[in-house]
């Protein structure tokens, strides 16, 4: 595992001792999508290609929450690769994560399951965007070429958050790959000790990571809009995402929930900051005047603070994570 990486490609590299899969939380539910065909990942009745001496690429956060990812398949050498969409439970890639070579064809196929899939790049180089479809043995294929060296996540968008998410590394052997995007654990420091969560639980037990979007929505004073089962809507001195990881240029828009009380935005360090509004709640959804909005486009790198000006001190407190791309 010693042949060096290309010098056009090496700003995607990051020459660690060894890479490891780092036991990080995650951003996914808990979601244990495993098949019951007894198959061992790839689709077939193969064993897992032995890449004990290849060390692991370091993909964050993305295989943290209970998908069924078995380690890294050694595709390389091979000219096409297939990758089963909607396999298992009908919520998986298999095999999860693939290492192959330049010039080879990828082709993800179609197990017809689970109602529509696609296949979307979530960061890294190769650009990878299926249509969105339920037809069984519909076949999107790339090739992929020095230009994708490095790792490329992707997932099926309507499927993410349950566990339905895949890799592929491009590359000939190398000491190490990491993701674009760093997205390991955020230390705020003491920043969210007294924030309750939307759930109701105290602090914030992780930073949501919707990376490469042009804009995010958080909800303030409350988890959600309007329960129709009670008649109301659901506030609480909150926001409903605290912690949230984005890319440069990602813009924030914070929506108030009706009837929650006066809240603000207030950035710590003074570079936004929203008026101190309540939005009065009316009977039902269909007489709601428009919910008041406050954005602000989020370019430098870091992390940035904000709380509510009125209930600061009663943990009404987020941050804004801003990561730029390690290539």
């Known amino acids: 595992m010693s042949r060096t990486p290309s010098t056009s490609r090496r700003r995607a590299l990051a020459l660690a001792a060894g890479g490891t899969l780092g036991t990080l939380a995650g951003?996914?539910?808990?979601?244990?999508?495993?098949?019951?065909?007894?198959?061992?990942?790839?689709?077939?009745?193969?064993?897992f290609t032995d890449t004990t001496d290849a060390p692991e690429p370091e993909y964050g956060h993305w295989f943290a929450g209970g998908v069924d990812y078995a380690g890294t398949v050694?595709?390389?050498?091979?000219?096409?690769?297939?990758?089963?969409?909607?396999?298992?439970?009908?919520?998986?890639?298999d095999p999860a994560a693939v290492w192959v070579d330049y010039d080879t064809t990828v082709r993800w196929e179609w197990a017809g399951d689970a109602g529509l899939h696609d296949v979307v790049t979530y960061d890294g180089p190769a650009a990878i965007e299926s249509e969105l479809t339920d037809e069984a043995a519909h076949e999107y294929a790339v090739t992929v070429t020095e230009a994708d060296e490095g790792i490329t996540r992707y997932s099926c968008r309507p499927h993410q958050a349950i566990g339905e998410q895949g890799a592929l590394v491009v590359g000939p052997e190398i000491e190490s790959y990491v993701t674009e995007y760093d997205t390991t654990p955020v230390d705020y420091g003491d920043w969210f000790a007294e924030t309750p969560a939307a759930s109701g639980t105290p602090g914030v037990a992780e930073t949501e990571s919707p990376l490469r979007r042009d804009a995010v929505t958080v909800r303030v004073g409350g988890p959600g809009g309007y329960d129709p089962e009670a008649g109301e809507w659901e506030t609480a001195p909150v926001y409903d995402t605290p912690a949230l990881r984005v890319t440069p240029g990602t813009t924030v828009r914070w929506r108030w929930i009706p009837g929650a009380?006066?809240?603000?935005?207030?950035?710590?360090?003074?570079?936004?900051?929203?008026?101190?509004?309540?939005?009065?709640?009316?009977?039902?959804?269909?007489?709601?005047?428009?919910?008041?909005?406050?954005?602000?486009?989020?370019?430098?790198?870091?992390?940035?603070?904000?709380?509510?000006?009125?209930?600061?001190d009663d943990g009404m407190r987020g941050a804004v994570v801003v990561v730029a791309s390690r290539y």
Do not use: K, M, N, W
């Open 27 to 47: 951003c996914l539910g808990s979601f244990d999508p495993t098949g019951e065909d007894g198959s061992d990942g790839d689709g077939s009745d193969d064993e």
């Open 74 to 93: 050694d595709r390389r050498g091979e000219d096409e690769v297939a990758i089963t969409v909607g396999a298992g439970d009908g919520f998986r890639f």
């Open 261 to 312: 009380g006066e809240h603000s935005i207030v950035a710590e360090d003074g570079s936004f900051e929203s008026d101190l509004v309540a939005v009065e709640a009316a009977a039902s959804p269909d007489e709601q005047e428009d919910e008041h909005v406050f954005e602000h486009t989020f370019e430098e790198p870091g992390i940035h603070e904000y709380a509510c000006e009125r209930h600061r």
